[in-house]
């Protein structure tokens, strides 16, 4: 038996690890321990590279010391109905824009088109509590910088849906 870090959450690039998020686990690993992060090794304060799973055991390639730069936290609010039941932080989400009802009158053919704006784009945090009184809910996803200004400028002409990524 080893030891070695498992995740307790979804884990998404561009996350740092915090002591809640990661577990010591001991596992049988006769043949390849050697690729994942030993559980006496200290990975708080580490960051995500590469997407791992809850209660996956974290792979010693999946952790950097040196922050992902390229990513940027962009929060987004909409309503429960458009995004997954039980979204998670650390999850992949493809980002839809679909024309919202105050500018759908200026073309029909807007109205009934969606476009993907975003692909693969990880969940960084879930602000529910607005929700609870019949607002919107708070998303924060962590975009390529490129990206930014892309999802920044369909803001106002659009809403936003979320669909979960497998």
Do not use: C
Not at 7 to 28: C, F, H, K, N, W
Not at 58 to 65: D, F, V
Not at 106 to 133: C, F, R, T
């Amino acid at each position: 038996m080893v030891t070695v870090w498992s995740s307790t959450i979804d884990l998404a690039p561009g996350m740092t690890i915090t002591a809640a998020d990661i577990e010591r686990t001991q596992v049988q690993l006769p043949y390849n321990s050697e690729l994942y992060l030993d559980g006496n090794s200290e990975i708080v304060g580490s960051h995500v590279i590469r997407k791992v799973g809850a209660a996956e055991l974290i792979p010693a390639y999946s952790l950097s010391t040196e922050p992902i730069s390229n990513l940027r936290e962009v929060p987004i609010a909409l309503s429960a109905s458009q995004m997954p039941f039980g979204l998670k932080v650390g999850q992949l989400v493809d980002v839809y824009a679909i024309a919202n009802e105050q500018f759908s009158s200026i073309s029909a053919s807007k109205k009934d088109s969606a476009e993907i704006l975003l692909s693969n784009i990880a969940v960084n945090g879930i602000d529910m509590e607005a929700s609870k009184l019949g607002g919107e809910v708070g998303v924060t996803l962590l975009v390529p910088k490129e990206w930014v200004t892309r999802i920044v400028s369909s803001m106002a002409n659009s809403d936003f849906l979320l669909v979960k990524s497998p």
